[in-house]
C-alpha cells in the first residue's frame, strides 16, 4: 500500500486549502483514513480520522478540538482519495501534514496506523 499526499502550499491567516491523499497497492474501501499535523519541533498529532463505511459504526469521523469546524474530512471511494478540507487557517496550523491509513476500524492513536503518506506542508502566513 502506498499513500502519495499533495495540495500544501502557503496561505494568508483565513485562507483555505485541500488536501488529497490518494491510496494505491489495496483496496481503498476497506481503510480507515486520518489526516495528521507535525509543526517543527513537535509530536506528531492527529487531526481527523474518518472510517471506512462499510458499516455504520465505521462511518465515524473524529477531529482535533482545535479544528473543529475550519477542517472537513471526506473521501471518495471511487477515486481511491481521502481529502482534507481546511478552512479559516491560522498560522497554528503550520506543519507539515501526513496522511495515514489502516485496514478495519478508525482511530485516533497515531501507532494504530501502519501506512503513511510522505507529507505535505502547509504554511499559513500572518
Known amino acids: 500500500v502506498q499513500l502519495q499526499a499533495s495540495g500544501g502550499g502557503l496561505v494568508q491567516t483565513g485562507g483555505s486549502l485541500r488536501l488529497s491523499c490518494v491510496l494505491s497497492?489495496?483496496?481503498?474501501?476497506?481503510?480507515?483514513m486520518a489526516w495528521f499535523q507535525q509543526a517543527a519541533g513537535k509530536e506528531r498529532k492527529l487531526v481527523a480520522a474518518?472510517?471506512?463505511?462499510?458499516?455504520?459504526?465505521?462511518?465515524?469521523?473524529y477531529y482535533a478540538d482545535s479544528v473543529k469546524g475550519r477542517f472537513a474530512i471526506s473521501r471518495d471511494n471511487a477515486k481511491n482519495t481521502v481529502y482534507l478540507q481546511m478552512d479559516s487557517l491560522e498560522p497554528e496550523d503550520t506543519a507539515v501534514y501526513y496522511c495515514?491509513?489502516?485496514?478495519?476500524?478508525?482511530?485516533?492513536?497515531?501507532?494504530?496506523?501502519?501506512?503513511w503518506g510522505q507529507g505535505t506542508q502547509v504554511t499559513v502566513s500572518s
Open positions: 495515514a491509513a489502516r485496514l478495519g476500524r478508525v482511530s485516533t492513536y497515531l501507532d494504530r496506523y501502519g501506512y
Open positions: 497497492g489495496g483496496p481503498f474501501n476497506a481503510y480507515a
Open positions: 474518518m472510517g471506512n463505511g462499510r458499516t455504520s459504526y465505521s462511518a465515524d469521523t
